[in-house]
């Protein structure tokens, strides 16, 4: 079975290093609380409501109104997005189809209604800014935690999101296909224990 972590639903923060990266080692303890935020219990289909806030280098924001959809097909999942506001980019749609198959690429279409066509989503664009944001194309899909090593942040081990506690966990990719792909090096994650989720990650790319 396909065991993976989805960075769809929190906060996400990119941060660009330039020194070079350090070695990271997998630590069971790590890993165990991630199998636990990936065996969560999310139900067979949800519907939300979100907000997508773009803050440009003057602090102004822009904020984009969307509607979801997600419902599992037997061991696969597939997530609709619709942009409702603003003007810009009302009605276009985005599908993710994540396959339970770690050796099956997950699918991706973007409905641009300016054009009238529907654009297939290469893997080699999979680290291509999703809808002009910090966010990428790989953030909208699940990822295989077999692909990574998980270790603590020892500096903050533990710490708080919004008063509450969180343990903050590195997520490393083991590969350099899994960095081309998500175009990530590295990134932090901060996991509520009380509810196994993740609510913020901190992306991080090499320069």
């Not at 790590?30 to 907000?51: F, L, P, W």
């Not at 997530?79 to 189809?97: C, S």
């Not at 942040?153 to 533990?158: L, R, W």
Request: glycine share 2%; net charge neutral.
């Amino acid at each position: 079975m396909k065991r993976s972590f989805t960075a769809f639903f929190f906060l996400v923060s990119v941060i660009v290093f330039t020194q070079p990266q350090n070695t990271f080692a997998d630590d069971p303890k790590a890993r165990a609380i991630m199998e636990k935020v990936d065996a969560r219990d999310d139900g067979d289909h949800q519907t939300s409501d979100m907000e997508m806030v773009l803050i440009d280098k003057k602090g102004q924001k822009r904020v984009r109104k969307i509607h979801t959809f997600s419902k599992d097909k037997g061991e696969d999942t597939m997530r609709l997005m619709f942009f409702l506001h603003p003007a810009d980019v009302k009605d276009t749609a985005f599908l993710t189809y994540d396959y339970d198959d770690p050796d099956k690429d997950d699918d991706q279409w973007l409905y641009l209604p300016a054009l009238r066509k529907t654009k297939r989503i290469a893997t080699s664009d999979k680290s291509s800014s999703f809808m002009g944001s910090d966010l990428n194309y790989s953030d909208m899909t699940s990822r295989d935690l077999e692909d990574y090593d998980f270790s603590f942040y020892e500096k903050a081990k533990e710490s708080e999101v919004r008063g509450k506690k969180v343990y903050v966990i590195w997520s490393v990719p083991r590969s350099k296909n899994v960095i081309d792909e998500t175009g990530y090096e590295k990134s932090l994650v901060f996991v509520r224990p009380d509810i196994d989720m993740v609510v913020r990650a901190i992306r991080s790319r090499l320069i």
